[in-house]
């Protein structure tokens, strides 16, 4: 990572740093209650799985043909979906080499931070645990997991 990306991840650090010290404060750890407090630390978790996702690639497998785009897909054929490309295209993010949380986030000034795209696989550009029905079960506590852990170890 170059000059640059070093300097947006100090600066991200600083800022979940900032989060956690006014909502949860100096001498406590980050605990589960906290987290959807933490808008922030929740769209890092985020950024972070789009950035680097840990599964690149899911499979499934066609039970009739079909077409997509201008491929024609013969019934029993195992298709393999890059996750990975689709959270790194150009056309569906804007700058994706970029660490950028802000991203998952609208309205930073408001006093409510709405979230955009949920992790529920329901926003096709945003696929980190998959989506449908074998989509991962263990989303929400990997996510919680993650959020509670880089909470507390900054
Ligand atoms: C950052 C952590 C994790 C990531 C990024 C992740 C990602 C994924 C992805 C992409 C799939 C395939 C989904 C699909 O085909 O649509 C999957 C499946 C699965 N994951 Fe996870 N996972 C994580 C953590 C966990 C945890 C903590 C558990 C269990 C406690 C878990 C249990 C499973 C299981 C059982 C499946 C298979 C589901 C099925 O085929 O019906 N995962 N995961």
Redesign the pocket.
């Known amino acids: 990572m170059g000059h640059d990306g070093a300097h947006q991840l100090s600066t991200c650090l600083l800022k979940i740093k900032e989060e956690i010290d006014f909502i949860v404060g100096f001498t406590r750890l980050v605990k589960e209650l906290n987290v959807p407090n933490l808008p922030y630390l929740q769209a890092v978790v985020k950024e972070t ?1 789009r950035f680097h ?3 690149p690639l ?3 497998e066609c039970i009739q043909d079909c077409k997509i785009d201008s491929y024609d897909i013969k019934a029993n054929t195992r298709v393999m979906i890059s ?1 990975f490309a689709i959270m790194q295209d150009s056309n569906l993010w804007e700058d994706p080499n970029e660490f950028i949380p802000e991203r998952f986030l609208v309205n930073l000034c408001e006093k409510t931070v709405d979230h955009v795209m949920e992790m529920k ?1 329901q926003d096709f550009r945003y ?13 929400a ?3 919680m ?2 959020q509670i852990t880089i909470g507390r170890l900054v």
């Open positions: 799985l996702t840990s599964t899911i499979i499934r996750v696989g696929v980190p645990f998959g989506s449908g029905m074998r989509r991962c079960p263990g989303a506590l990997a996510s997991v993650m």
